[in-house]
């Protein structure tokens, strides 16, 4: 019996409409329009009553429909902070925003 290889999963990031709204550069009234209109994924969760999607599911649409045209640097770094990433934050934005 041949072992099949794994394949990786994605890791669930849960996110607000206002992260999402800070992520994409709009305000949180627009990502509550666009739920409002059905343009936006539907929440995979409800925390405290309010909805909450994936990062990930809203990344991809927000690409596919021209609401992220650039890498989502805040998302990345938030990542690499919640792993115990301990380079400097501030140094790191203040070299990047020079470019």
Not at 5 to 25: F, K, N, W, Y
Not at 49 to 78: C, S
Not at 86 to 92: K, M, S, V
């Amino acid at each position: 019996m041949r072992a099949s290889a794994a394949v990786p999963v994605p890791e669930s990031i849960p996110v607000g409409a206002a992260e999402i709204a800070c992520r994409l550069g709009v305000k949180a009234q627009t990502v509550h329009t666009w739920r409002q209109r059905g343009l936006l994924p539907a929440p995979r969760w409800t925390v405290s009553g309010q909805p909450a999607w994936d990062w990930p599911e809203i990344e991809e649409w927000a690409k596919r429909t021209g609401r992220l045209r650039e890498t989502d640097l805040y998302g990345e770094l938030l990542q690499l902070e919640g792993v115990g990433w301990e380079g400097n934050l501030a140094e790191l934005r203040r070299t990047r925003a020079g470019r």
